[in-house]
């Protein structure tokens, strides 16, 4: 069955399924083993990145980038006290593998980092791109199934261990162990549910004679209670176009408005002060993806350890009985927070993403609902609510950013690394250059070059600029009077 056919089926406009949120089209198009986009697996040669593909990501573009986000990891290693032994590389997202072939490449001229790597741990839910950076980062070692997923080997290190899972709950949280967790184009693609404000119905008009409610309508009292007078925030749903407004060529399905409340609408936009804010504020339209604050609030505990558990008993709803509080997962007890988190995505760096959801087929804006399965979905990602839930969920941890993909990769030192590269290709075709060797000089200086200056572009549309940079690392209290430390790129120094 095809993706656009099993929507219809889903969304068949009956009274047991109906219009589903927009999540759920994200989830279904994107990563189900249905035909999703990700993890489909019969179109197997279909590639998603680069010129013949949908999109082009950053270490696409260039090798630098990926060296650049591993000479990150050095220094926040170098920063924390240089750990001997127990650090997990993790990466969630990997694509083709080259972010990561590329930090691994750099991360082999600091043995001592080098040596404290236990394991390289990729979340990836597409069987295809698996194989991929399977084939790019092992060779031809071979890829042996486990319990949680499949391991192997590195090509360049015997001894290094690359595991993946599907799911980063698989990963293991060991308090003993150090992270440097990666992100790179991945929260884009998680779900977002979308909400919209609507203020209360007029009390003379007709419908005030019934009220919308999560199981339909219900008579509306003559004098309605003060939370029925206020805005309320309805949830944007997917469903099929009725069929006098169908039209050859364009999408089968369209974003309507729920009709009354979802459990979504009620709960999620409550979740923080920044949408409770916006709710009066007639047609404001606000994203949330719960999905992306759990990874975030996930790299946190790693990082920094669970909270304290609540000392306060709590009210059973049931009883009414103070019973303890019981955590639904194990506490991660790190008395001593370490590792560290780098997000790099796009997105606004301080507001609540809205009307961002979009598709993307052969490098060209197409809309999110058209050809479900084989468009690339993708939303912007809201940094904040990504920062507090980390903060929120872990007292270990602080947030650094976002800062602009420009000026974290100058800080970084992009332009010296480039000016590096260049030279050497000078300096070997001076000594004749190297037998075999495709690339003419002159393309590849324009190929480092170009590369360089798209990714620190900060025009209008610049990947400079639209891309954003934040990382979470363990907290560090300022010392009495003094600034509190910064992370490369985020204001600090590299000490080598
Ligand atoms: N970081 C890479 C790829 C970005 S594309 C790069 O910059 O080139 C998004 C990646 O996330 C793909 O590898 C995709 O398969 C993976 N992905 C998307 N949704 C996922 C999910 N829910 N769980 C795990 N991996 C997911």
Same mark, same amino acid.
């Given at each position: 069955?095809?993706?656009?056919?099993?929507?219809?089926?889903?969304?068949?406009?009956?009274?047991?399924?109906?219009?589903?949120?927009?999540?759920?089209?994200?989830?279904?198009?994107?990563?189900?083993?249905?035909?999703?986009?990700?993890?489909?697996?019969?179109?197997?040669?279909?590639?998603?990145?680069?010129?013949?593909?949908?999109?082009?990501?950053?270490?696409?573009?260039?090798?630098?980038?990926?060296?650049?986000?591993?000479?990150?990891?050095?220094?926040?290693?170098?920063?924390?006290?240089?750990?001997?032994?127990?650090?997990?590389?993790?990466?969630?997202?990997?694509?083709?593998?080259?972010?990561?072939?590329?930090?691994?490449?750099?991360?082999?001229?600091?043995?001592?980092?080098?040596?404290?790597?236990?394991? +390289?741990?990729?979340?990836?839910?597409?069987?295809?791109? $698996?194989?991929?950076?399977?084939?790019?980062?092992?060779?031809?070692?071979?890829?042996?199934?486990?319990?949680?997923?499949?391991?192997?080997?590195?090509?360049?290190?015997?001894?290094?261990?690359?595991?993946?899972?599907?799911?980063?709950?698989?990963?293991?949280?060991?308090?003993?162990?150090?992270?440097?967790?990666?992100?790179?184009?991945?929260?884009?693609?998680?779900?977002?549910?979308?909400?919209? =404000?609507?203020?209360?119905?007029?009390?003379?008009?007709?419908?005030?004679?019934?009220?919308?409610?999560?199981?339909?309508?219900?008579?509306?009292?003559?004098?309605?209670?003060?939370?029925?007078?206020?805005?309320?925030?309805?949830?944007?749903?997917?469903?099929?176009?009725?069929?006098?407004?169908?039209?050859?060529?364009?999408?089968?399905?369209?974003?309507?408005?729920?009709?009354?409340?979802?459990?979504?609408?009620?709960?999620?936009?409550?979740?923080?002060?920044?949408?409770? =804010?916006?709710?009066?504020?007639?047609?404001?339209?606000?994203?949330?993806?719960?999905?992306?604050?759990?990874?975030?609030?996930?790299?946190?505990?790693?990082?920094?350890?669970?909270?304290?558990?609540?000392?306060?008993?709590?009210?059973?709803?049931?009883?009414?009985?103070?019973?303890?509080?019981?955590?639904?997962?194990?506490?991660?007890?790190?008395?001593?927070?370490?590792? =560290?988190?780098?997000?790099?995505?796009?997105?606004?760096? =301080?507001?609540?993403?809205?009307?961002?959801?979009?598709?993307?087929?052969?490098?060209?804006?197409?809309?999110?609902?058209?050809?479900?399965?084989?468009?690339?979905?993708?939303?912007?990602?809201?940094?904040?609510?990504?920062?507090?839930?980390?903060?929120?969920?872990?007292?270990?941890?602080?947030?650094?950013?976002?800062?602009?993909?420009?000026?974290?990769?100058?800080?970084?030192?992009?332009?010296?690394?480039?000016?590096?590269?260049?030279? $050497?290709?000078?300096?070997?075709?001076?000594?004749?250059? +190297?037998?075999?060797?495709?690339?003419?000089?002159?393309?590849?200086?324009?190929?480092?070059?170009?590369?360089?200056?798209?990714?620190?572009?900060?025009?209008?549309?610049?990947?400079?600029?639209?891309?954003?940079?934040?990382?979470?690392?363990?907290?560090?209290?300022?010392?009495?009077?003094?600034?509190?430390? $910064?992370?490369?790129?985020?204001?600090?120094?590299?000490?080598?």
């Amino acid at each position: 069955m095809c993706q656009t056919e099993y929507l219809f089926k889903l969304l068949k406009w009956d009274q047991t399924t109906g219009p589903i949120p927009v999540a759920s089209y994200m989830r279904q198009c994107l990563t189900s083993d249905l035909g999703g986009y990700y993890t489909s697996t019969t179109g197997s040669e279909k590639d998603q990145f680069g010129v013949k593909g949908d999109f082009v990501t950053s270490p696409e573009i260039s090798q630098v980038f990926g060296e650049l986000i591993g000479v990150w990891v050095v220094a926040e290693w170098i920063a924390q006290g240089r750990k001997s032994e127990g650090v997990h590389l993790m990466e969630v997202g990997p694509g083709r593998g080259t972010l990561m072939d590329d930090m691994l490449r750099t991360i082999r001229n600091f043995p001592a980092f080098a040596k404290a790597i236990e394991a +390289v741990y990729l979340v990836e839910s597409s069987p295809n791109l $698996r194989e991929a950076q399977h084939k790019r980062l092992c060779g031809d070692n071979p890829l042996q199934q486990t319990e949680t997923g499949y391991q192997s080997f590195s090509q360049h290190s015997k001894d290094l261990k690359i595991v993946w899972t599907e799911d980063v709950r698989f990963v293991p949280k060991e308090a003993s162990k150090t992270p440097f967790i990666v992100a790179h184009e991945f929260f884009d693609a998680l779900p977002i549910h979308v909400f919209q =404000a609507v203020p209360p119905a007029p009390q003379s008009s007709e419908d005030s004679s019934t009220l919308q409610t999560p199981t339909g309508p219900i008579p509306a009292p003559k004098r309605l209670p003060s939370a029925a007078r206020q805005h309320q925030w309805r949830e944007l749903v997917v469903s099929p176009k009725p069929p006098h407004r169908l039209i050859q060529g364009e999408p089968e399905f369209e974003l309507t408005m729920a009709k009354a409340s979802t459990p979504h609408s009620l709960y999620l936009p409550e979740t923080s002060a920044r949408y409770q =804010a916006l709710k009066n504020t007639d047609g404001a339209t606000i994203e949330i993806s719960p999905e992306s604050q759990t990874y975030t609030r996930d790299f946190a505990i790693r990082l920094g350890g669970s909270n304290p558990p609540s000392p306060n008993p709590q009210q059973s709803p049931s009883s009414g009985r103070k019973v303890p509080s019981k955590p639904f997962e194990e506490p991660v007890l790190k008395p001593q927070p370490s590792g =560290a988190a780098l997000i790099i995505d796009y997105g606004p760096p =301080a507001t609540i993403p809205t009307n961002s959801l979009r598709g993307i087929k052969s490098h060209t804006r197409v809309s999110p609902l058209d050809s479900p399965g084989t468009t690339d979905i993708s939303a912007d990602v809201d940094f904040i609510a990504l920062a507090e839930s980390a903060i929120n969920a872990s007292p270990g941890v602080e947030v650094h950013g976002p800062v602009d993909q420009a000026r974290f990769l100058a800080a970084m030192g992009i332009e010296e690394r480039v000016a590096q590269l260049v030279k $050497r290709a000078v300096d070997r075709e001076r000594g004749g250059g +190297v037998e075999g060797e495709k690339e003419k000089l002159t393309e590849l200086v324009k190929r480092v070059e170009g590369g360089w200056k798209r990714l620190v572009d900060t025009g209008p549309h610049g990947m400079g600029r639209l891309y954003q940079v934040m990382a979470i690392v363990p907290h560090t209290p300022s010392k009495e009077g003094g600034a509190r430390r $910064r992370p490369v790129g985020f204001g600090g120094d590299v000490s080598f």
